[in-house]
């Protein structure tokens, strides 16, 4: 950010902010000239696809929470006031309520390709941490939004993620008490999750920074996996890739318009338009989409474990459940530690790429899980994908770091490139 | 990769159509004028089915979310809405003596609710709440089909099935027992305009009335949507060929 090696402006205006805060310079280095590897694919769009949902969301959200009332008594109903009474207060929820969705769209496809090609691998594994720490900051933005509403799934939804706490022995029942601000989910409950739902998206603007600060020490990675080598294999930034990015946002919000404008609440549940009523259980409490998968995990430990053939029992099914949920995450974090092969792009490592694409697979058979009731094949479908996510990470990675073998990779990205590879 | 996108898209939607099954019998799925991109609400069924719930649903249902000069929507004009509020008194106060008192309900009124509160529409209806109708199509799956499958879908119950006093069997209701008594029968109610008195005309103009309700920004909605649509494929459109020209020349 130093300013010395500063170019001056033709434009007197632009120079004269320059000379004294080089914020021209940064921004023409950084996203102007900045070298790029000429080879991206359109998975290389979903980044900045994300920042533009995360700029939708902060702008509706300050306009939603301009007319919300955070009552428990209200709340339902100021909800509805803003779908029907403030001027196009409808709009606003939907790109609101259907940003939630497609930003959670937008960022599993990230991380998948984070994933695929190896990015979160050396020197870039400070960079995937700050985005796993973007995903958990997400997950608990959107719960919190969702209890918003203050509808039966928003309730129930919140009774059952803030009872997860209560498996923590001991001090579980405290610790609950003490988030709900009572004894139940009631209004110090919802007020709390109001004003931490209007900070943390600000925490993850600042994160992104921090992830896209990283992202401009490091440079991108790319579908090939290998490093650049010089000009001939990178591209300015712009035009190249601000034209490509532009484009690859206007092809999501098309897809993003037609939920927004055709079916709102295709994505939702329809109970939430039921208002929250503490005495009436829902009869399946499920809940959003993108929340599933982990959910399945959740619900997949329904055994506790102890020492076999005894009484002895050291975690009990439902901590089990809350252990093997929260370490679902936790081996994000780990991955770039746990993976030591030297390669990164799953095209260069066939093993790795099949393990790769089976996750995928169970990441949508998890989803599935989650949503049906507990009971039966479903059971048993959730525990053999938990088995897979785990063993992917603690028993497939380490043995591809011993065994899987080198390939040979292109010398440069354009001799990769000019070879039509 | 591409191939192996389609598998996994195929393999999930299949998934999730294989095991889709549900409690109830699925309602019928008709054919209504406000689906699609392009549908609008009908007037005239609008009409009809405000005089449905009017003189039928509105006995046991609130609306709490609507008022009177919403009508207007339904193409009534300001005095005839002025004239439906007018028939019915609501509690207004106190006045400079303290006093709540009655007069005639104005536009800006909340639909009047049939019972004064929640335990008297417990009381009145078998210990059964009738939930209110603002939301009640949005409030259930596939709400407009579903609503309109509860008012037709009531039948003898089979012999196996008990039911208790004040309880109806009807087949689209989860686990098959309702607390509504039938609310429609052929000709109960008067139209002016010589649609067809029937249960099955009743419940479509009752049903899309309820839509209305729960969702009156719907067609302003779909109607910006499409332009909003339109706009975007012609800017992409547009940047696709701009991204296009820009790297015609270099390999990549
Ligand atoms: C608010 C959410 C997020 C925003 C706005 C965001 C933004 C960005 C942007 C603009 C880029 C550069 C463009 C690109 O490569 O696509 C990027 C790169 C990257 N992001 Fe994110 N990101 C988010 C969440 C995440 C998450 C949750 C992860 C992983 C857990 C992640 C991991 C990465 C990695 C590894 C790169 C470098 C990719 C490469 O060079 O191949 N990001 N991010």
């Keep these: 950010m130093g300013s010395a090696d500063r170019k001056p402006f033709d434009n007197p205006a632009i120079e004269w902010v320059d000379s004294r805060l080089p914020i021209f310079t940064m921004i023409n280095k950084e996203y102007g000239v900045f070298p790029t590897p000429r080879n991206f694919n359109y998975f290389w769009n979903f980044g900045a696809i994300a920042m533009v949902i995360l700029v939708l969301m902060l702008l509706t959200g300050i306009t939603l929470a301009m007319n919300y009332v955070p009552h428990a008594d209200y709340a339902f109903n100021s909800v509805e006031r803003i779908m029907r009474d403030v001027n196009f207060g409808w709009l606003i929820r939907y790109m609101h309520m259907n940003g939630a969705h497609f930003f959670f769209v937008a960022v599993y496809i990230h991380i998948f390709r984070g994933m695929y090609y190896g990015s979160y691998k050396s020197p870039r594994e400070l960079l995937w941490i700050l985005g796993v720490v973007i995903l958990l900051l997400m997950m608990a933005t959107a719960f919190m939004g969702y209890v918003l509403p203050w509808g039966q799934m928003s309730f129930w939804g919140a009774t059952v993620i803030t009872n997860l706490f209560s498996a923590i022995p001991l001090v579980g029942d405290s610790i609950v008490t003490w988030l709900w601000g009572g004894f139940s989910v009631d209004n110090p409950t919802l007020n709390r999750f109001f004003a931490l739902h209007f900070l943390l998206p600000f925490v993850i603007f600042a994160v992104v920074v921090l992830h896209v600060w990283a992202l401009h020490v490091t440079g991108s990675n790319n579908p090939l996996g290998i490093d650049t080598k010089g000009p001939q294999d990178t591209l300015p930034f712009h035009p190249y890739y601000t034209m490509k990015d532009t484009f690859g946002i206007l092809a999501f919000l098309i897809v993003y318009a037609a939920f927004v404008f055709f079916m709102p609440n295709a994505l939702g549940h329809a109970d939430n338009y039921i208002p929250a009523d503490p005495l009436v259980t829902p009869a399946h409490i499920v809940p959003e989409w993108y929340f599933l998968p982990f959910y399945a995990i959740l619900r997949a430990i329904t055994f506790d474990i102890g020492i076999p053939f005894t009484d002895i029992v050291f975690i009990e099914a439902k901590l089990g459940g809350v252990i093997a949920m929260f370490g679902s995450i936790a081996l994000l974090f780990a991955l770039p530690f746990l993976d030591k092969h030297p390669v990164r792009s799953a095209r260069f490592r066939p093993w790795f790429r099949i393990a790769m694409l089976l996750m995928v697979v169970n990441f949508f058979l998890l989803m599935v899980c989650g949503a049906k009731p507990a009971e039966g094949v479903w059971v048993i479908l959730s525990q053999i994908g938990t088995l897979y996510y785990y063993a992917f990470f603690l028993v497939l990675i380490p043995f591809f770091n011993k065994k899987e073998p080198v390939k040979e990779l292109p010398p440069s990205i354009h001799e990769a490139v000019l070879k039509g590879a | ?252």
């Excluded at chain 2, 005239?44 to 979310?65: E, I, N, P």
């Excluded at chain 2, 006093?99 to 309900?105: C, D, G, I, T, V």
């Excluded at chain 2, 210990?127 to 509860?150: C, E, Q, V």
């Design chain 2, 1 to 252: 990769m591409r191939f192996f996108i389609l598998i996994v898209l195929v393999v999930f939607l299949g998934m999730n159509y294989a095991f889709a099954a549900g409690d109830a019998e699925k309602p019928p799925q008709m054919d209504w004028s406000f689906s699609g991109p392009f549908g609008t609400y009908d007037r005239g069924a609008l009409q009809r089915g405000f005089q449905v719930y009017k003189q039928v649903c509105s006995a046991c249902h609130g609306m709490d979310l609507k008022s009177y000069r919403n009508l207007t929507d339904l193409g009534f004009s300001e005095d005839e809405v002025k004239a439906i509020a007018a028939e019915y008194t609501v509690i207004d106060g106190p006045n400079d003596e303290g006093e709540m008192f009655e007069r005639p309900a104005r536009p800006s009124d909340r639909f009047k609710n049939p019972y004064p509160n929640e335990e008297a529409a417990k009381y009145a209806n078998n210990g059964a709440l009738p939930p209110d109708m603002s939301l009640i199509t949005k409030a259930r799956k596939d709400g407009a089909n579903y609503t309109y499958g509860i008012l037709v879908g009531y039948e003898e119950a089979p012999a196996e099935k008990e039911l208790m006093a004040g309880q109806y069997y009807n087949k689209y209701m989860a686990g098959n027992v309702i607390a509504m008594a039938p609310p429609l029968s052929d000709g109960i109610i008067g139209y002016e305009d010589g649609t067809d008195e029937t249960v099955e005309q009743y419940a479509k103009d009752v049903t899309q009335f309820l839509v209305w309700a729960a969702e009156p920004e719907l067609e302003e909605r779909k109607q910006m949507g499409i332009k909003v649509i339109l706009f975007l494929l012609v800017f992409s459109g547009i940047m696709y060929a701009v991204k296009k020209k820009i790297w015609a020349d270099v390999k990549h």
